[in-house]
């Protein structure tokens, strides 16, 4: 069976995922145990503590225009319909419906310029913005526009820098509003990958959701650095997601609220194994709930590895069908998007807590060898 462990406060527990029930066991002189009820409680709670959110149409056009709420209209109109232009037209009904209502809480003005008066540095874990879907607001942190600001300072070209980062993190928050919807009659929330409240493990997906929103955030402004982002390992996760089922998958059940059930789908017509599919999106969970708190773990590294089997599976069917230059497009940029322990040296002071992801690059080299045009010449010259 496939587990995955981490170290709590010294303790060791193991995890298993299985028919949406997900176990954890602790580790004691070598036998499984079950929690006592104190220890399952510590870690109910931690891996529910990041719940929630506080967090060129005619249509679009004419129902901004008739919001009063938002200043600076300009400026938001175009990260609006680069929103509009990404998402399916069947699934544009969240962002129409939000968009009525929607205030935006920011005190950047169009051709603000940063200054040097008074702003602290920008710390890693500064909150950015937050979307509240409870009363559709986007705020965008006082304390982040300050720091950005000081950051910018010393760039080449100050304003440009401070404009690109300001339009990520606005990009950011209004992905998860054209992504929400709120029923207010239920108190039921439908955003990105997740369900809230949480009723069934399936519903737990924050990691995937807010992987993906900075994904497309950084498609969506070039030239913002990936290993800035508070979100490193979830944004790499789901670049290595695109790669074995395709953005088309993703983004179909992102801005269609279908939680992670067409993710599984894609990834069982490689392996036909729903559970070993469904526990990849627990672990990313967990993953993304624990990564504060653990003194190592393997839950990451299990991850990478899960991925690199359908990615095996994925190069072997395309290469059954002579698809070679598809091959040759899908490596490098894997191997670029693969976490190792070289990356989680630049990103983290925690990077010790993350064991295992040297057999991740080990595993990616023998796929690679084994598909890569470039060391398969001969065979292709043959075929």
Same mark, same amino acid.
């Given at each position: 069976?496939?587990?995955?462990?981490?170290?709590?406060?010294?303790?060791?527990?193991?995890?298993?995922?299985?028919?949406?029930?997900?176990?954890?066991? !602790?580790?004691?002189?070598?036998?499984?145990?079950?929690?006592?009820? %104190? +220890?399952?409680?510590?870690?109910?709670?931690?891996?529910?503590?990041?719940?929630?959110?506080?967090?060129?149409?005619?249509?679009?056009?004419?129902?901004?225009?008739?919001?009063?709420?938002?200043?600076?209209?300009?400026?938001?109109?175009?990260?609006?319909?680069?929103?509009?232009?990404?998402?399916?037209?069947?699934?544009?009904?969240?962002?129409?419906?939000?968009?009525?209502?929607?205030?935006?809480?920011?005190?950047?003005?169009?051709?603000?310029? @940063?200054?040097?008066?008074?702003?602290?540095?920008?710390?890693?874990?500064?909150?950015?913005?937050?979307?509240?879907?409870?009363?559709?607001?986007?705020?965008?942190?006082?304390?982040?526009?300050?720091?950005?600001?000081?950051?910018?300072?010393?760039?080449?070209?100050?304003?440009?820098?401070? =404009?690109?980062?300001?339009?990520?993190?606005?990009?950011?928050?209004?992905?998860?509003?054209?992504?929400?919807?709120?029923?207010?009659?239920?108190?039921?929330?439908?955003?990105?990958?997740?369900?809230?409240?949480?009723?069934?493990?399936?519903?737990?997906?924050?990691?995937?959701?807010?992987?993906?929103?900075?994904?497309?955030?950084?498609?969506?402004?070039?030239?913002?650095?990936?290993?800035?982002?508070?979100?490193?390992?979830?944004?790499?996760?789901?670049?290595? /997601?695109?790669?074995?089922?395709?953005?088309?998958?993703?983004?179909? =059940?992102?801005?269609?609220?279908?939680?992670?059930?067409?993710?599984?789908?894609?990834?069982?017509?490689?392996?036909?194994?729903?559970?070993?599919?469904?526990?990849?999106?627990?672990?990313?969970?967990?993953?993304?709930? /624990?990564?504060?708190?653990?003194?190592?773990?393997?839950?990451? %590294?299990?991850?990478?590895?899960?991925?690199? +089997?359908?990615?095996?599976? !994925?190069?072997?069917?395309?290469?059954?069908?002579?698809?070679?230059?598809?091959?040759?497009?899908?490596? @490098?940029?894997?191997?670029?998007?693969?976490?190792?322990?070289?990356?989680?040296?630049?990103?983290?002071?925690?990077?010790?807590?993350?064991?295992?992801?040297?057999?991740?690059?080990?595993?990616?080299?023998?796929?690679?060898?084994?598909?890569?045009?470039?060391?398969?010449?001969?065979?292709?010259?043959?075929?």
């Amino acid at each position: 069976m496939d587990t995955v462990s981490f170290v709590i406060d010294g303790i060791k527990y193991i995890a298993t995922y299985k028919d949406d029930n997900l176990k954890i066991l !602790k580790l004691e002189n070598n036998n499984l145990q079950e929690l006592t009820p %104190s +220890e399952n409680e510590k870690i109910t709670k931690l891996l529910n503590r990041k719940t929630g959110y506080k967090s060129n149409s005619e249509l679009l056009t004419r129902l901004l225009t008739e919001n009063n709420n938002i200043e600076s209209k300009e400026d938001y109109s175009t990260v609006l319909n680069w929103i509009e232009r990404i998402i399916r037209e069947e699934h544009r009904q969240n962002l129409y419906t939000n968009i009525k209502t929607l205030v935006i809480k920011s005190n950047v003005k169009r051709n603000d310029e @940063p200054t040097t008066e008074g702003y602290p540095e920008l710390k890693d874990d500064i909150i950015t913005g937050v979307y509240d879907y409870t009363n559709n607001t986007i705020t965008i942190s006082e304390e982040f526009i300050s720091s950005l600001r000081q950051r910018a300072l010393k760039q080449d070209d100050p304003s440009s820098y401070f =404009a690109k980062y300001f339009s990520k993190t606005m990009l950011h928050e209004s992905l998860h509003m054209a992504s929400s919807k709120y029923d207010k009659s239920t108190g039921i929330l439908l955003n990105g990958f997740e369900t809230y409240p949480y009723k069934e493990n399936k519903d737990r997906n924050k990691g995937l959701t807010e992987g993906y929103t900075e994904f497309i955030a950084m498609c969506g402004v070039p030239g913002t650095v990936e290993l800035a982002s508070g979100y490193f390992i979830e944004t790499r996760i789901i670049a290595q /997601l695109t790669q074995i089922i395709g953005t088309d998958t993703l983004s179909d =059940a992102y801005f269609g609220n279908k939680g992670t059930a067409p993710l599984e789908e894609k990834l069982c017509k490689l392996i036909n194994d729903k559970d070993k599919a469904a526990w990849i999106f627990r672990k990313i969970e967990m993953n993304f709930q /624990l990564k504060d708190n653990c003194e190592e773990q393997y839950i990451l %590294s299990s991850i990478q590895y899960n991925l690199l +089997e359908y990615l095996e599976k !994925k190069l072997e069917m395309l290469s059954s069908v002579g698809a070679y230059d598809e091959i040759d497009r899908i490596l @490098p940029y894997y191997e670029s998007m693969l976490i190792t322990p070289e990356t989680l040296k630049i990103i983290s002071e925690n990077k010790n807590i993350y064991k295992g992801t040297d057999k991740n690059t080990i595993k990616f080299q023998e796929i690679k060898s084994k598909y890569s045009k470039k060391n398969n010449e001969t065979t292709y010259k043959h075929i």
